[in-house]
Structure formats: structure tokens, C-alpha cells
């Protein structure tokens, strides 16, 4: 398993200004993925974050809009550029890692960032 | 991407089993069938997962049907903290990054 942690919790923030959002992990992992949450919604997956390679985006989502860092394997940063209120969201950072149980692979997430941008 | 299709929601009197149920007609061979929860406000939180084993851990029992095209997931004793969106995930053995969250079921847990 994976303890994961989150800075900041929350946050609220002006439209046009950017905020970095940083995920610490408590053991190496490999794979990184940063998700938002809207309101009342699922979660989406935003991109793929490897350490040593560029972020891999899912459709819709762009590295201008959200940069993304991989700087070693327990810590990533995800920056949400040039804000609007339509961002207002829970950003979350998840990692794989082994189940305790099973012995296979799942993913594991943090509690998140709820972001407001006014 | 084989998907998912719950309840919107689900009532479960405390101290009772839960049995929520996820149908997954479209999976394939190679993918594998996760739970999560999410409390509100909470990142959402790993329950279990199988492939075509029933599953158990201190958490939940998963049960997946003989034809891999259904699961259900049981609380044995639902507690007022099981309250939450439960969402059933299926996943590529081998294609990690495809974990995609549906809409989930929100399970109410009444005293």
C-alpha cells in the first residue's frame, strides 16, 4: 500500500493566477496520476505522471493548462495555470502500488485539494 | 474499455449486509474488477479487486458471477461510516492507466 499526501487541502484563488499542487508519497512508486473532481461528479483522470519521462495527458486536458512535474519517485507537482472558476474542482493524486492483500496492482489516492477559483 | 453500470443508489438498515451490485457485460479476459469508495469530501479509498476468484479481505467480499459479467460487492455488517459512493472500476491487466470511475452507487446506511 501507499500513504499519499497533499498541499495545500484547500485553497481558494483568483481567476487568471495559477496554483501548484504537490503530492508526496511515503515509499517509491513508479506510476503517478493526477484526477479531477467537479462538483457533484466523478472523478476524471487528467494525465499519466512517470518519473524520468513527460506526463502523458488523457484527451481534453493540455500541459500548457495543467503542468506537471516528476522530479523523483516519491513526489509530483500538478500546476493549474491561468485559473477560471469553470477549475473549481478537487484535484487528487493517486499511485500505484501492491495491494496488501492481494499482492497485485491497484491504485491508491490522497485526499485531495478542493480548489475554488473566484 | 469495458464499462460499468450500478444503481444511482442504494438503502442498507446498519448491522445489515450491503450487497451492492456492478454489471460489467463487455469485460474481457484480461480485466480485472476493482471496488473503491468514496466519503464525501475524501479521496476515494481502495476496497478490493478479482478477476474471476471471489475475493475476501477484512474490508468486503467480492463476488463475481461464473460468466465475469456481473459482481457484487458485500459489506457484512454495514456500519453508519459505510456510508459513501461506491464505485465498481474495470480495468486492463496490463494498460494501467485506464482506470476510469463511472457515476457509482451511493450507499445510504440508516440506523
Known amino acids: 500500500s501507499a500513504v499519499i499526501s497533499q498541499k495545500p487541502s484547500r485553497d481558494i484563488c483568483q481567476r487568471g493566477t495559477s496554483l501548484t499542487i504537490q503530492c508526496q508519497v511515503d515509499s517509491q512508486v513508479t506510476m503517478m496520476f493526477w484526477y479531477r473532481q467537479q462538483p457533484g461528479q466523478s472523478l476524471t483522470l487528467i494525465a499519466t505522471a512517470n518519473q524520468g519521462s513527460e506526463a502523458t495527458y488523457e484527451s481534453g486536458f493540455v500541459i500548457d493548462k495543467f503542468p506537471i512535474s516528476r522530479p523523483n519517485l516519491t513526489f509530483s507537482t500538478l500546476t493549474v495555470s491561468n485559473m477560471s472558476p469553470e477549475d473549481s474542482s478537487i484535484y487528487l493524486c493517486s499511485v500505484k502500488a501492491l495491494a496488501r492483500t492481494s499482492g497485485t496492482d491497484t491504485q491508491y489516492f490522497g485526499p485531495g485539494t478542493r480548489l475554488t477559483v473566484l | 474499455d469495458a464499462k460499468t453500470t450500478q444503481p444511482t443508489s442504494m438503502d442498507c438498515a446498519e448491522g445489515r449486509a450491503a450487497n451492492l451490485p456492478c454489471n460489467h457485460s463487455?469485460?474481457?479476459?484480461?480485466?480485472?474488477v476493482y471496488w473503491y469508495r468514496q466519503i464525501h469530501s475524501q479521496g476515494p479509498q481502495y476496497i478490493i479487486h478479482g478477476l474471476k476468484n471471489n475475493e475476501t479481505n477484512e474490508m468486503a467480499s467480492l463476488i463475481i458471477t461464473e460468466d465475469r459479467k456481473s459482481s457484487t460487492l458485500i459489506l457484512p455488517h454495514a456500519t453508519l461510516r459505510d456510508t459513501a459512493v461506491y464505485y465498481c472500476?474495470?480495468?486492463?491487466?496490463?494498460?494501467?492507466?485506464?482506470?476510469?470511475f463511472g457515476s457509482g452507487t451511493k450507499l445510504n446506511v440508516k440506523p
Open positions: 472500476i474495470v480495468r486492463p491487466l496490463y494498460n494501467f492507466n485506464k482506470f476510469y
Open positions: 463487455t469485460i474481457s479476459g484480461n480485466e480485472y
